[in-house]
Structures are given as structure tokens and as C-alpha cells.
């Protein structure tokens, strides 16, 4: 079994395990046949943590579920983070989220929660392993008011992996946390407006009300944007993970041979951005494009 390997089968076992009676550290090893110090090695390689860093990150994010769940308790969700005192518990997660778990459930701001991918993904997409065959892929117009737009910019990014390459990749699980978003956080291509001098049209995001005014996280922008019909062009369901960048590729595929102005649209990504909202097995590959109905 080679390192990669090994890290993507101990991420496979902590999503699994982690909410599990009797998960620990010690049971990841097991389960994967490395020791502790080999999987540290392995995790700081590709993931650029510790094993026990990895996997305080993801049971600590997960607890933010219950801690805004009704009824769902600090010392609850501390047991199901396997602390074993509300006081150990706070002080993690303080230090992950810069924001105390009393005070996350009272103002439910942004924070930085860990969104987990497999290590192996980043690399299958770096070479290029996408597929240009054709498939199934759904058109839906979702008519979008006037909004905010909060989005992180990048100066030079041309792409998913520049853009987490400059900026990191916290922005998806921080965007992820602001429950008023009108859908998960995209990699985006910003419209000419909102490319200052200086910044790259690639950058990250979630469209909220227009009403929204909580703090924005640090580094964050907000802009007003029109109202417009947002086609959202989506893959069938698939069954590998590993297929994702095969999906996104296809759905490229069908936006680039689309004929808009046949259907009643015209693109209007010159007044919002254009949304790459990812893959994921159970849904597919979803991309949308700003358009507006021909009169």
C-alpha cells in the first residue's frame, strides 16, 4: 500500500467512525495497519496536518450541528466529540474557530468548518483526469432576487488549485457555515465589476439575502447583485467518487455547447458571477450560469 493510500483509507475510516463509541486515534491506526508516527508522516505530507489535528478538525466541526441543533447542549456535543469535559471541549474548539461554542450557537457567524475531500482528489484533478464524453446532463432556471454576494478574491488564481494554492482551502467550510446562504459555496468567475485592479476573476463565494448584515469573516467582500434567472446545469448521480472531475467535466461540456438564446436566454455574466458548486456522488455535478429571459 503506498502513503496516499493509506491517508485516503484513514479519512474513509474517520468519516465513517469518528461519531462511533470507543473511536480514538489508536483505532484509525489499527484500521489502516500503520503506526501513529507513519500516519503523521503520511497526513503532513499530503494533508499538511497531523493525524490528531485531522481528525480534531473534523469531530469539532461536526459538533457545530448540534451546538445549533435545538436543544443540542455544549456538554453533549462535547461527548460526541469524545472530550471528556465541557472545558476541554470549549478550549478546542476556541482555538480552531476563534469563537467559543456558547457564543458560535448564540450569533452563528461564519467560521471555518472542515469540509473533508479525499487526498487522492486534489492530485486526479491536478493531472488533468476529467472526462469529454457525453451524458445526461439537466438544465434548471432558478429565478434569484436581489442579493448579496460574500466572496473571497484572489490576485492571480486561474483555477480551483491556484485559487487554494494562494488563499488556502478554509474558504468552503467557512462559507459553508452561514446558514442563510441560498447554496453551497462555489468557486467562482466573477463578473468584470467586480475585478479591481489587482484581483483575479477567479474567487469563492455563497449568494445570501439582500438583508444579511452580520460580520463578514476577515478578508471577505460583499457585493449587491441584480436580480437574474441562474441556470443550473447539473450531472446525473454517479457511483465512484473518484469520478468527480469525469462529472464536472461533462457538465463544462454541456454549458459550452449550450445554445442560450434558443431557450428564451441571454447570458449575463457581465452582472453575476458564474458558480462551479462542485460534485458530489448523490447529486452530481452542478455549475450555474447567470442568464436572463429574452423579451
Not at 465541557?86 to 482555538?95: D, I, L, N, P, S
Request: glycine fraction near 6%.
Amino acid at each position: 500500500m503506498n502513503d496516499l493510500k493509506a491517508v485516503v483509507m484513514a479519512q474513509e475510516y474517520i468519516k465513517a467512525h469518528h461519531s462511533d463509541d470507543g473511536f480514538c486515534l489508536e483505532a484509525v491506526c489499527k484500521a489502516v495497519g500503520y503506526s501513529r508516527r507513519q500516519l503523521d508522516r503520511f497526513f503532513e505530507k499530503y494533508m499538511k496536518t497531523t493525524l490528531r489535528e485531522y481528525i480534531n478538525a473534523v469531530v469539532l466541526s461536526e459538533s457545530t450541528e448540534r451546538l445549533l441543533s435545538a436543544g443540542g447542549s455544549v456538554l453533549d456535543a462535547a461527548f460526541d466529540s469524545h472530550y471528556q469535559s465541557h472545558e476541554g471541549y470549549t478550549r478546542a474548539f476556541a482555538k480552531r474557530f476563534s469563537i467559543t461554542p456558547k457564543e458560535y450557537r448564540k450569533r452563528q457567524i461564519a467560521i471555518p468548518i472542515f469540509t473533508q475531500h479525499p487526498a487522492n482528489h486534489y492530485f486526479m484533478m491536478k493531472e488533468g483526469q476529467t472526462m469529454d464524453t457525453a451524458a445526461i446532463c439537466t438544465v434548471t432556471p432558478v429565478d434569484r432576487p436581489k442579493r448579496k454576494l460574500i466572496y473571497l478574491t484572489s490576485k492571480t488564481a486561474t483555477d480551483y488549485f491556484s485559487y487554494c494554492e494562494e488563499v488556502g482551502c478554509d474558504w468552503e467550510g467557512l462559507l459553508g457555515s452561514i446558514t442563510e446562504k441560498m447554496d453551497t459555496a462555489a468557486l467562482m468567475e466573477l463578473p468584470a465589476a467586480l475585478q479591481e485592479k489587482g484581483i483575479s476573476k477567479i474567487a469563492a463565494g455563497v449568494e445570501v439575502p439582500l438583508d444579511y448584515e452580520k460580520p463578514l469573516p476577515e478578508g471577505y467582500r460583499v457585493a449587491e447583485l441584480p436580480e437574474c434567472v441562474m441556470l443550473y446545469f447539473q450531472s446525473e448521480p454517479y457511483d465512484d467518487p473518484d469520478d468527480f472531475g469525469k462529472v464536472i467535466g461533462q457538465v463544462l461540456k454541456a454549458v459550452q455547447s449550450y445554445d442560450f438564446e434558443h431557450y428564451g436566454y441571454n447570458k449575463a455574466t457581465a452582472i453575476a458571477p458564474t458558480l462551479n458548486l462542485g460534485a458530489e456522488p448523490k447529486i452530481g455535478a452542478r455549475i450555474a450560469i447567470p442568464a436572463q429571459r429574452i423579451k
